[in-house]
C-alpha cells in the first residue's frame, strides 16, 4: 500500500511563503509522476503542479512564477515552495501520484492566506 503524508500547512499573511511537503512511503523514482494538487471550499480539485520522473515539471497558469515543485529522492518525498501567496490560493493541498494505472492521495493540508 502506497501512503503520502503532507505536512507544512497553515495560516500565512498576503505575500509570505510556505514549503509543503510530502513523504512518500516508497521510492519517488518508483512515480511515473508526482504532484500537487488543490481544493477551495465549493470548488473542485484542481491540478497546482507536477513532477515527471524524467524531472520535467508544469504548473497551473495561476501559479507560475509563484510556486515551485521539487523533488528529493534520496527523502522520498516532493515539495512545493510557495512564496507571494495570495489570499485565492486558500485551499486544502492535497498530495498526489501516480504508479499506472494507480492514483494515489494524500490526506491534505490546509492552507490559509489572510489579506
Known amino acids: 500500500q502506497v501512503q503520502l503524508v503532507e505536512s507544512g500547512g497553515g495560516l500565512v499573511q498576503a505575500g509570505g511563503s510556505l514549503r509543503l511537503s510530502c513523504a512518500a512511503s516508497?521510492?519517488?523514482?518508483?512515480?511515473?509522476?508526482m504532484g500537487w494538487y488543490r481544493q477551495a471550499p465549493g470548488k473542485q480539485r484542481d491540478m497546482v503542479a507536477r513532477?515527471?520522473?524524467?524531472?520535467?515539471?508544469n504548473y497551473a497558469d495561476s501559479v507560475k512564477g509563484r510556486f515551485t515543485i521539487s523533488r528529493d529522492n534520496a527523502k522520498n518525498t516532493v515539495y512545493l515552495q510557495m512564496n507571494n501567496l495570495k489570499p485565492e490560493d486558500t485551499a486544502v493541498y492535497y498530495c498526489n501520484g501516480d504508479i499506472y494505472p494507480r492514483t494515489y492521495w494524500g490526506q491534505g493540508t490546509q492552507v490559509t492566506v489572510s489579506s
Open positions: 513532477i515527471y520522473s524524467g524531472g520535467s515539471t
Open positions: 516508497r521510492s519517488t523514482l518508483s512515480f511515473n509522476a
